[in-house]
Protein backbone atom coordinates (compact mmCIF):
# COMPACT_ATOMS: atom_id res chain seq x y z
CA UNK A 1 0.00 0.00 0.00
CA UNK A 2 1.68 3.59 -0.93
CA UNK A 3 2.58 5.40 1.85
CA UNK A 4 0.45 8.68 3.07
CA UNK A 5 2.51 11.78 2.49
CA UNK A 6 2.99 13.90 5.73
CA UNK A 7 0.63 16.70 5.87
CA UNK A 8 4.19 19.04 6.94
CA UNK A 9 7.54 19.27 5.47
CA UNK A 10 9.96 20.81 7.82
CA UNK A 11 13.10 21.71 5.83
CA UNK A 12 16.19 23.37 7.69
CA UNK A 13 18.36 24.94 5.20
CA UNK A 14 21.97 25.09 6.84
CA UNK A 15 24.95 27.13 5.95
CA UNK A 16 28.05 27.24 8.78
CA UNK A 17 25.68 26.95 11.95
CA UNK A 18 26.86 24.20 13.51
CA UNK A 19 26.93 26.14 16.53
CA UNK A 20 23.04 26.25 16.74
CA UNK A 21 22.29 23.17 14.95
CA UNK A 22 21.30 20.97 17.91
CA UNK A 23 19.62 23.32 19.97
CA UNK A 24 17.23 23.78 16.64
CA UNK A 25 17.05 19.60 15.21
CA UNK A 26 15.98 19.46 19.14
CA UNK A 27 13.26 21.88 18.77
CA UNK A 28 11.72 19.99 15.41
CA UNK A 29 12.27 16.88 17.49
CA UNK A 30 10.36 17.82 20.45
CA UNK A 31 7.39 19.50 18.29
CA UNK A 32 3.80 18.20 19.88
CA UNK A 33 2.30 17.83 16.66
CA UNK A 34 3.94 14.97 14.37
CA UNK A 35 3.12 14.67 11.01
CA UNK A 36 5.92 15.94 9.47
CA UNK A 37 9.05 14.87 7.86
CA UNK A 38 12.37 17.14 7.99
CA UNK A 39 14.59 17.59 5.10
CA UNK A 40 18.32 19.01 6.73
CA UNK A 41 19.61 20.93 3.96
CA UNK A 42 23.05 21.56 4.15
CA UNK A 43 24.73 24.43 1.29
CA UNK A 44 28.41 23.07 1.39
CA UNK A 45 29.36 24.53 5.05
CA UNK A 46 33.13 23.97 6.03
CA UNK A 47 32.36 23.25 9.67
CA UNK A 48 30.94 19.96 11.16
CA UNK A 49 27.25 20.99 9.86
CA UNK A 50 26.82 18.13 7.95
CA UNK A 51 27.94 15.76 10.43
CA UNK A 52 25.75 16.86 13.13
CA UNK A 53 23.04 16.89 10.64
CA UNK A 54 24.11 13.13 9.64
CA UNK A 55 23.94 11.95 12.95
CA UNK A 56 20.79 13.34 14.52
CA UNK A 57 18.59 12.17 11.51
CA UNK A 58 20.24 8.56 11.96
CA UNK A 59 17.54 6.39 13.16
CA UNK A 60 15.00 9.11 12.54
CA UNK A 61 12.01 7.92 10.39
CA UNK A 62 11.22 10.79 8.06
CA UNK A 63 14.52 12.31 8.48
CA UNK A 64 16.47 12.98 5.94
CA UNK A 65 19.80 15.08 4.84
CA UNK A 66 20.66 16.34 1.29
CA UNK A 67 23.89 18.11 0.98
CA UNK A 68 25.01 20.29 -1.88
CA UNK A 69 28.82 19.75 -2.83
CA UNK A 70 29.15 23.33 -3.72
CA UNK A 71 27.99 25.90 -1.59
CA UNK A 72 24.35 27.89 -4.05
CA UNK A 73 25.46 31.42 -3.16
CA UNK A 74 21.91 31.82 -2.09
CA UNK A 75 19.34 31.07 0.55
CA UNK A 76 16.69 31.26 -1.48
CA UNK A 77 17.98 28.41 -3.95
CA UNK A 78 17.95 25.79 -0.70
CA UNK A 79 14.30 27.18 -0.50
CA UNK A 80 13.17 26.11 -3.90
CA UNK A 81 15.35 22.76 -3.42
CA UNK A 82 13.28 21.67 -0.29
CA UNK A 83 9.84 22.95 -2.10
CA UNK A 84 10.92 20.18 -5.09
CA UNK A 85 11.52 17.65 -2.40
CA UNK A 86 8.63 18.62 -0.28
CA UNK A 87 5.79 15.81 -0.17
CA UNK A 88 3.89 17.55 2.66
CA UNK A 89 0.36 20.15 2.16
CA UNK A 90 2.36 22.63 3.82
CA UNK A 91 6.03 23.62 4.33
CA UNK A 92 8.00 24.89 7.69
CA UNK A 93 11.32 26.22 6.94
CA UNK A 94 13.30 26.10 10.19
CA UNK A 95 16.21 28.38 9.85
CA UNK A 96 19.32 26.50 11.02
CA UNK A 97 20.08 28.76 13.87
CA UNK A 98 16.23 29.50 15.46
CA UNK A 99 14.46 27.75 17.66
CA UNK A 100 10.90 26.69 17.86
CA UNK A 101 8.42 26.09 20.72
CA UNK A 102 7.01 22.57 21.27
CA UNK A 103 3.42 24.08 20.19
CA UNK A 104 4.67 25.69 17.10
CA UNK A 105 3.13 23.50 14.36
CA UNK A 106 0.32 22.48 16.17
CA UNK A 107 -0.67 25.99 16.58
CA UNK A 108 0.04 26.89 12.86
CA UNK A 109 -1.28 23.97 11.14
CA UNK A 110 -4.38 24.46 13.19
CA UNK A 111 -4.67 28.01 11.61
CA UNK A 112 -3.98 26.56 7.92
CA UNK A 113 -6.09 23.96 8.23
CA UNK A 114 -9.03 25.97 9.63
CA UNK A 115 -9.24 28.45 6.49
CA UNK A 116 -7.82 26.76 3.15
CA UNK A 117 -7.67 30.44 1.56
CA UNK A 118 -5.01 31.20 3.85
CA UNK A 119 -1.45 31.22 2.26
CA UNK A 120 0.66 31.91 5.15
CA UNK A 121 -0.09 31.69 8.98
CA UNK A 122 2.68 32.49 11.34
CA UNK A 123 3.36 33.46 15.02
CA UNK A 124 5.06 36.14 17.06
CA UNK A 125 8.77 35.98 17.62
CA UNK A 126 11.26 36.81 20.47
CA UNK A 127 14.40 37.71 19.05
CA UNK A 128 17.71 35.48 21.18
CA UNK A 129 20.80 36.49 21.18
CA UNK A 130 24.16 33.73 20.48
CA UNK A 131 23.57 32.15 24.08
CA UNK A 132 19.79 32.11 23.27
CA UNK A 133 19.35 34.96 25.63
CA UNK A 134 15.77 36.33 25.08
CA UNK A 135 15.88 40.05 24.44
CA UNK A 136 12.55 41.08 23.32
CA UNK A 137 9.39 40.56 20.77
CA UNK A 138 8.97 41.36 17.23
CA UNK A 139 6.19 43.92 18.98
CA UNK A 140 9.03 46.56 19.13
CA UNK A 141 9.55 46.96 15.68
CA UNK A 142 5.79 46.77 14.86
CA UNK A 143 5.13 49.60 16.83
CA UNK A 144 8.14 51.44 15.63
CA UNK A 145 7.14 50.84 11.61
CA UNK A 146 3.38 50.98 12.04
CA UNK A 147 2.84 53.31 15.53
CA UNK A 148 -1.02 52.90 16.68
CA UNK A 149 -1.75 49.92 13.50
CA UNK A 150 0.70 47.40 15.66
CA UNK A 151 -2.47 46.62 17.81
CA UNK A 152 -3.35 44.41 15.25
CA UNK A 153 0.11 42.27 16.31
CA UNK A 154 -1.30 42.20 20.03
CA UNK A 155 -4.69 40.63 19.35
CA UNK A 156 -4.03 38.59 16.30
CA UNK A 157 -5.66 38.31 12.82
CA UNK A 158 -6.82 37.26 9.22
CA UNK A 159 -6.80 38.85 6.62
CA UNK A 160 -7.34 39.12 2.52
CA UNK A 161 -3.27 38.70 0.99
CA UNK A 162 -4.25 41.51 -1.88
CA UNK A 163 -4.85 43.77 1.38
CA UNK A 164 -2.18 42.96 2.99
CA UNK A 165 0.41 43.90 0.42
CA UNK A 166 -1.07 46.92 -0.07
CA UNK A 167 -1.34 48.19 3.71
CA UNK A 168 1.51 46.21 5.23
CA UNK A 169 3.65 44.70 2.97
CA UNK A 170 4.15 47.88 1.19
CA UNK A 171 5.85 49.19 4.52
CA UNK A 172 7.63 46.48 5.82
CA UNK A 173 7.93 42.31 5.30
CA UNK A 174 5.33 41.33 8.40
CA UNK A 175 7.13 37.71 8.52
CA UNK A 176 9.76 39.02 10.24
CA UNK A 177 11.64 35.31 10.17
CA UNK A 178 10.46 32.14 7.76
CA UNK A 179 11.15 29.94 11.13
CA UNK A 180 8.33 31.59 12.68
CA UNK A 181 6.10 31.19 9.34
CA UNK A 182 3.89 27.95 7.91
CA UNK A 183 3.82 28.02 4.11
CA UNK A 184 0.88 26.42 2.28
CA UNK A 185 3.52 24.57 -0.51
CA UNK A 186 0.68 24.35 -3.48
CA UNK A 187 0.82 28.12 -3.01
CA UNK A 188 4.61 28.79 -2.83
CA UNK A 189 4.82 26.98 -5.64
CA UNK A 190 2.40 28.87 -8.09
CA UNK A 191 3.69 31.40 -7.12
CA UNK A 192 6.70 30.60 -8.24
CA UNK A 193 8.97 29.78 -5.53
CA UNK A 194 11.52 31.83 -4.58
CA UNK A 195 13.63 33.72 -6.72
CA UNK A 196 17.54 32.74 -5.75
CA UNK A 197 19.02 36.33 -7.19
CA UNK A 198 17.93 38.15 -4.18
CA UNK A 199 20.44 38.50 -1.59
CA UNK A 200 18.37 39.41 1.58
CA UNK A 201 14.66 40.26 0.98
CA UNK A 202 13.71 37.50 -1.31
CA UNK A 203 11.46 36.06 1.60
CA UNK A 204 9.71 39.43 1.10
CA UNK A 205 9.11 39.21 -2.09
CA UNK A 206 8.19 35.37 -2.20
CA UNK A 207 5.32 36.32 0.66
CA UNK A 208 4.45 39.25 -1.48
CA UNK A 209 3.86 37.06 -4.12
CA UNK A 210 1.77 34.21 -2.02
CA UNK A 211 -0.84 36.64 -1.10
CA UNK A 212 -1.68 37.99 -3.96
CA UNK A 213 -3.23 34.48 -4.22
CA UNK A 214 -4.43 33.83 -0.66
CA UNK A 215 -4.90 34.89 2.80
CA UNK A 216 -2.61 35.33 6.11
CA UNK A 217 -3.04 34.66 9.77
CA UNK A 218 -1.53 35.51 12.81
CA UNK A 219 -1.41 34.46 15.74
CA UNK A 220 0.17 36.87 19.23
CA UNK A 221 1.76 33.78 20.86
CA UNK A 222 4.96 33.47 20.57
CA UNK A 223 6.20 30.41 19.12
CA UNK A 224 9.52 31.27 17.77
CA UNK A 225 12.89 32.24 18.73
CA UNK A 226 14.76 34.37 16.20
CA UNK A 227 18.02 33.95 16.78
CA UNK A 228 20.08 37.64 16.40
CA UNK A 229 24.54 37.11 16.38
CA UNK A 230 26.89 38.38 14.03
CA UNK A 231 27.03 35.82 10.84
CA UNK A 232 23.46 36.01 9.81
CA UNK A 233 23.11 36.84 6.32
CA UNK A 234 21.37 39.93 7.07
CA UNK A 235 24.80 40.83 8.44
CA UNK A 236 26.58 39.80 5.57
CA UNK A 237 24.24 41.62 3.40
CA UNK A 238 24.31 45.07 4.91
CA UNK A 239 28.08 45.77 4.21
CA UNK A 240 26.72 47.24 1.07
CA UNK A 241 24.09 49.31 -0.98
CA UNK A 242 22.75 46.27 -2.80
CA UNK A 243 19.94 45.50 -0.44
CA UNK A 244 18.24 48.97 -0.58
CA UNK A 245 18.00 47.93 -4.47
CA UNK A 246 15.81 45.23 -3.38
CA UNK A 247 13.70 47.47 -1.23
CA UNK A 248 13.11 49.76 -3.67
CA UNK A 249 12.46 46.39 -6.22
CA UNK A 250 9.59 45.73 -3.92
CA UNK A 251 7.89 49.13 -3.09
CA UNK A 252 7.92 49.73 -6.97
CA UNK A 253 6.56 46.59 -7.63
CA UNK A 254 3.38 47.13 -4.79
CA UNK A 255 2.93 50.62 -6.43
CA UNK A 256 3.01 49.09 -10.02
CA UNK A 257 0.59 46.20 -9.43
CA UNK A 258 -1.34 47.14 -6.48
CA UNK A 259 -1.88 51.05 -6.75
CA UNK A 260 -1.40 51.74 -2.84
CA UNK A 261 -2.69 54.79 -1.19
CA UNK A 262 -0.46 57.97 -2.77
CA UNK A 263 0.57 58.50 1.21
CA UNK A 264 1.29 55.04 2.86
CA UNK A 265 3.37 55.05 -0.48
CA UNK A 266 5.53 58.15 0.10
CA UNK A 267 5.88 56.80 3.24
CA UNK A 268 7.10 53.33 2.21
CA UNK A 269 9.79 55.17 -0.02
CA UNK A 270 10.81 57.69 3.37
CA UNK A 271 11.47 54.37 5.37
CA UNK A 272 13.41 53.26 2.69
CA UNK A 273 15.28 56.35 2.11
CA UNK A 274 15.90 56.47 6.37
CA UNK A 275 17.50 52.99 6.25
CA UNK A 276 19.55 53.50 3.19
CA UNK A 277 21.50 56.25 4.97
CA UNK A 278 21.22 54.91 8.21
CA UNK A 279 23.48 52.19 6.77
CA UNK A 280 25.91 54.13 4.88
CA UNK A 281 27.87 54.18 8.25
CA UNK A 282 27.97 50.79 8.33
CA UNK A 283 28.54 49.71 5.25
CA UNK A 284 32.06 47.77 4.22
CA UNK A 285 34.77 50.69 2.55
CA UNK A 286 37.52 48.08 2.34
CA UNK A 287 39.48 49.57 -0.68
CA UNK A 288 38.09 45.96 -2.41
CA UNK A 289 34.69 46.47 -2.48
CA UNK A 290 34.65 50.48 -2.42
CA UNK A 291 34.66 51.66 -6.27
CA UNK A 292 31.76 49.24 -6.87
CA UNK A 293 29.81 50.23 -3.48
CA UNK A 294 30.32 53.36 -4.41
CA UNK A 295 28.62 53.22 -7.94
CA UNK A 296 25.53 51.45 -6.41
CA UNK A 297 25.33 54.41 -3.66
CA UNK A 298 25.58 56.98 -5.95
CA UNK A 299 22.62 55.46 -8.46
CA UNK A 300 20.92 54.87 -5.03
CA UNK A 301 21.42 58.84 -3.86
CA UNK A 302 19.96 59.86 -7.36
CA UNK A 303 17.14 57.90 -6.79
CA UNK A 304 16.33 58.94 -3.21
CA UNK A 305 16.93 62.35 -4.12
CA UNK A 306 13.90 62.07 -6.70
CA UNK A 307 11.45 60.28 -3.83
CA UNK A 308 12.55 61.88 -0.67
CA UNK A 309 14.45 65.04 -1.02
CA UNK A 310 15.29 65.62 2.47
CA UNK A 311 17.49 62.61 1.86
CA UNK A 312 20.27 64.99 1.42
CA UNK A 313 20.07 66.22 5.23
CA UNK A 314 19.75 62.76 6.62
CA UNK A 315 23.06 62.00 5.87
CA UNK A 316 24.97 64.17 7.52
CA UNK A 317 22.58 63.94 10.71
CA UNK A 318 23.65 60.32 10.27
CA UNK A 319 26.58 61.00 10.28
CA UNK A 320 26.79 63.12 13.51
CA UNK A 321 24.35 60.20 14.98
CA UNK A 322 26.97 57.70 14.52
CA UNK A 323 30.06 59.40 15.81
CA UNK A 324 28.04 60.55 18.95
CA UNK A 325 27.29 56.51 19.72
CA UNK A 326 30.85 55.99 18.91
CA UNK A 327 31.69 58.47 21.62
CA UNK A 328 29.15 57.05 24.05
CA UNK A 329 30.83 53.64 23.05
CA UNK A 330 33.44 54.12 24.36
CA UNK A 331 31.99 55.93 27.47
CA UNK A 332 30.69 52.56 28.54
CA UNK A 333 26.87 54.74 28.00
CA UNK A 334 25.42 53.63 24.70
CA UNK A 335 23.24 50.49 26.02
CA UNK A 336 21.66 52.35 29.89
CA UNK A 337 21.09 55.39 27.52
CA UNK A 338 19.49 53.30 24.74
CA UNK A 339 17.35 51.51 27.30
CA UNK A 340 16.45 54.56 29.32
CA UNK A 341 15.09 55.84 25.34
CA UNK A 342 13.75 53.10 24.97
CA UNK A 343 11.21 52.91 27.82
CA UNK A 344 10.59 56.76 27.33
CA UNK A 345 9.90 56.52 23.76
CA UNK A 346 9.37 53.23 22.58
CA UNK A 347 8.00 54.26 19.13
CA UNK A 348 10.85 55.84 18.38
CA UNK A 349 13.91 54.10 19.96
CA UNK A 350 14.95 50.16 19.64
CA UNK A 351 16.36 48.43 23.33
CA UNK A 352 18.56 46.75 21.27
CA UNK A 353 20.36 47.45 18.17
CA UNK A 354 19.27 44.44 15.61
Known sequence: MRERPPLVTVAVPNYRHARYLKERLESIAQQRFTDFE?????DASPDESLEILREFAAGRPGWSVHPNAQNSGSPFAQWNKAAALARGTYLWIAESDDVADPLLLETLVGLMESDPNLAIAYAQSMLIDEDSTTLHTFDVHYRYVFGTEAARWEQGYRNDGLDEVRR????????????????RLSTFREAGGADPSWRLNGDWMTYLKMLELGGIA????????FRLHPHTARQKANETGEVYRELLALVDYIAAHHRPEPARL???YRNVAAWWTHSLYRQNWDSAQRAANLRINATLLRRFVRLHPLVLLHIPYEGVVRLAVRTLEFLGLKEPLRRGLHRAFPRHFMPRAT
Do not use: E, I, Q
Not at 38 to 42: A, E, N, P
Not at 173 to 181: C, F, H, K, T
Open 38 to 42: VLLLD
Open 168 to 183: FMLLHNVVPNASGALL
Open 218 to 225: FTPKVLNY
Open 266 to 268: RRA
